[in-house]
Structures are given as structure tokens and as C-alpha cells.
């Protein structure tokens, strides 16, 4: 019989935290491979997958062991309320990098350029993986694997492809970028092979992305309405982009 705390640390410092049951049962349906998992009440997190997830229940089945509260709490920073955690194997960055690089793509790949703000990432990974992008990529300092980046993508890392690269690094394809200054987006169609870059909401666009930029694009916004907040700008383009025949 494995001992948890000892797999926990063997695979911890390279590996991802799932931190939660959703994180987890979303690792789990897009192929993540993960080593351990624990849980606080077993029977409790089935029951849950039973009724949120059937399609990995028999997976978590044979995957998750029973911990007491207070070693559960000692192997995560923040506890979460469904006393469920894991951890994945981080997808590498070899394979990250054929998947952007790979053309003709069907889904823009959307850049963060150099973002701030831990959860606002996280929700655009999310997002994006529910969109069915081709890959999120940041600049920057901000780790997109950072473990409250993970936490704020509901495990959905492993729905799409995430990566940290500079601007000179960015895939092929005609670079849409997001500013007030640009034209209206309800007046284009974005292609599918678009790379759609947001600034951050303090500084806008870096100015090396912006050099690099074919086209400027503009959100509706109301006067005297400094910004939006990044995710919501992410979903607006990329609702945009689906809603004038890109891909469902």
C-alpha cells in the first residue's frame, strides 16, 4: 500500500497542484497525468463526481486515498472547501511549444502581454480553454503555472496550451491587438489564425508588442470608462470571434 504524504512530496516540487475537486475532475478530462490524490472524505468527493462528473468517477475511484483534515492541510497552502487536492505532471514545454507553433491552426492563440494579476490569468485560461483556443501564452514575469494561476483555471491548463514566452517568440500569424485607440472589432471578422494580444489593465501594451502589431482593435466601451477588466476583454474577442464563424 502507498504511503500518500511520502508519493505527495516525491512528486511535489515537479509538479502542478490541482487544488479542489473541480480542478482535478477538469485535469483529469483533458488527459493530465496525475501521480497522487487525496482527499479529506472519500466517500464525500465520489458522491460529488458521481453527481458533477460521472465520466471520471471510476478514475478518481482508483485515485484518490483518504487523508486526515490536518494532513490534508499540511500539503496545500490554501485548503479548499471541498477537501480535495492532486498533483499533475506539468505538460513540457517541448510539447507546448510544437502545439503553437503548429499550422494551419483552427483557433487563435490568445497573449497576455506581461499581465499582473495572478487571478485575472487564471480566468483567462479558463475561458479560453472553453473556447477551444489553440493556446494562451503570457510575457513577462508572471509564471501562467503559478499555483494561483492554476487554481484561478479551474485545472483547465490541460485543455489547451499554456506557455510563457517573449515577444520575439510568439507564434506565426496576424497579431491583433487589443486598444482603445484601434478599430471597432464589431467591424471585423478575426481569422482563425489570429494572435489575439491584451495589455494589462494599468499600462495598455507593452512597446514591443505594439511594434510588432498588424492590426489595432478596439472594444465598445462607453466614454469616460477607463478599461475593462482582462478577462472580460479576452471573452468579449474571442465571443466575437465565434459568434462571426470561428470555430464552436
Keep these: 500500500m502507498t504511503d500518500p504524504v511520502r508519493d505527495w512530496h516525491r512528486f511535489a516540487e515537479a509538479s502542478v497542484l490541482l ?10 478530462r483533458f488527459g493530465a497525468r496525475v501521480p497522487v490524490a487525496v482527499a479529506v472524505d472519500r466517500r464525500a468527493a465520489l458522491a460529488l463526481a458521481e453527481e458533477l462528473a460521472p465520466d471520471v468517477r471510476e478514475t478518481l475511484d482508483a485515485l484518490l486515498t483518504e487523508v486526515e483534515r490536518e494532513t490534508y492541510a ?6 479548499h472547501p471541498t477537501g480535495v487536492a492532486a498533483l499533475a505532471v506539468r505538460p513540457s ?8 507553433a503548429r499550422t494551419p491552426r483552427s483557433a487563435p492563440v490568445v497573449v497576455l502581454d506581461q499581465p499582473r494579476n495572478l487571478g485575472n490569468a487564471g480566468a483567462v485560461i479558463r475561458l479560453a480553454a472553453g473556447f477551444g483556443v489553440t493556446g494562451v501564452v503570457t510575457t513577462g514575469t508572471l509564471d501562467p503555472w503559478h499555483p494561483m494561476v492554476v487554481r484561478g483555471g479551474a485545472g483547465l491548463h490541460f485543455a489547451t496550451t499554456v506557455e510563457r514566452l517573449t515577444v520575439a517568440e510568439l507564434p ?6 487589443l486598444d482603445p485607440e484601434g478599430e471597432d472589432i464589431r467591424g471585423l471578422k478575426l481569422p ?22 498588424d492590426h489595432l482593435v478596439a472594444l465598445p466601451m ?27
Design 74 to 79: 499540511s500539503l496545500v497552502p490554501r485548503p
Design 222 to 248: 462607453r466614454p469616460q470608462v477607463s478599461s475593462y477588466n482582462l478577462a472580460t476583454s479576452v471573452a468579449m474577442a474571442l465571443y466575437h470571434w465565434s459568434a462571426t464563424g470561428g470555430a464552436p
Design 19 to 28: 487544488d479542489g475537486f473541480h480542478a482535478l475532475k477538469h485535469a483529469l
Design 192 to 213: 482563425d489564425d489570429a494572435v489575439l494580444a491584451f495589455g494589462s489593465e494599468r499600462s495598455g501594451l507593452s512597446a514591443e508588442l505594439r511594434e510588432r502589431t
Design 93 to 100: 514545454r517541448e510539447a507546448g511549444l510544437r502545439a503553437l
Design 172 to 177: 506565426r500569424g496576424p497579431l491583433y491587438a
